[in-house]
């Protein structure tokens, strides 16, 4: 299948700082990515979509202005987490979306674990 | 897209099958079963997907009713690394947006 690299897989930071995670295809091009956070025992919860080349889509009650999505390639796109907070930590998750043949299938990212102290 | 009911959790002996289920009473017509799952803090692996017939791959097999109100994913001999949430999504082929209920907790056993 399609590799999804996302980078890094853990991060520790201070809160009031803000925190970059990459999301790569490796051997695909991907038109859309998509960004989830998972809280402990509990199921995926999609954030955002991000399309290449325009602004994401932001499900509701996920703050754009804290939560900044840039897809500026067709194999990178990034969440930063601004001015991060304890409550935002949590288990972020990218896949992408290749829609090779008839197939329509996500490939997700190993996830970032992030931890705000 | 139609919604989804699994059982919360299921156990299975190492090297038997195990058989999850999946009810989706309504799925439409152009709406497709996926199964993802999701090793314990990793992300979720695409595993298989089908519209009517049955499917198989490497990873697993999928057995869809005639009606298509529910389908069974079968990992014909479950290893311990197998143990993980198992989740069945229904999804319009034209769209691409997943959304995960609460999956199965499988857990295989020795």
């Known amino acids: 299948g399609a590799v999804v690299s996302q980078h890094p897989s853990w991060v520790i930071c201070k809160s009031g700082t803000s925190v970059k995670i990459e999301c790569r295809s490796l051997d695909f091009q991907a038109t859309t990515m998509f960004w989830y956070r998972q809280f402990p025992k509990q199921s995926l919860m999609l954030m955002a979509t991000?399309?290449?080349?325009?602004?994401?889509?932001?499900e509701q009650g996920v703050e754009k202005d804290k939560f900044l999505i840039n897809h500026a390639s067709l194999t990178l796109s990034t969440l930063t987490v601004t001015s991060a907070h304890p409550e935002d930590s949590s288990f972020y998750i990218c896949?992408?979306?290749?829609?090779?043949?008839?197939?329509?299938?996500?490939?997700f990212g190993a996830g970032t674990r992030l931890s705000v102290l | 897209d139609a919604k989804t009911t699994q059982p919360t959790s299921m156990d299975c002996a190492e090297g038997r099958a195990a058989n999850l289920p999946c009810n989706h009473s309504t799925i439409s017509g152009n709406e497709y079963v996926y199964w993802y799952r999701q090793i314990h803090s990793q992300g979720p692996q695409y595993i298989i997907h089908?519209?009517?017939n049955n499917e198989t791959n490497e990873m697993a097999s999928l057995i869809i009713t005639e009606d298509r109100k529910s389908s069974t994913l079968i990992l014909p001999h479950a290893t311990l690394r197998d143990t993980a949430v198992y989740y069945c999504?229904?999804?319009?082929?034209?769209?691409?947006?997943?959304?995960f209920g609460g999956g199965t907790r499988l857990m295989v056993k020795p």
């Open positions: 089908g519209l009517k």
């Open positions: 896949s992408a979306y290749s829609p090779t043949g008839s197939k329509n299938i996500q490939y």
């Open positions: 999504i229904v999804l319009n082929n034209a769209g691409n947006m997943l959304t």
């Open positions: 991000s399309n290449e080349g325009s602004k994401a889509t932001y």
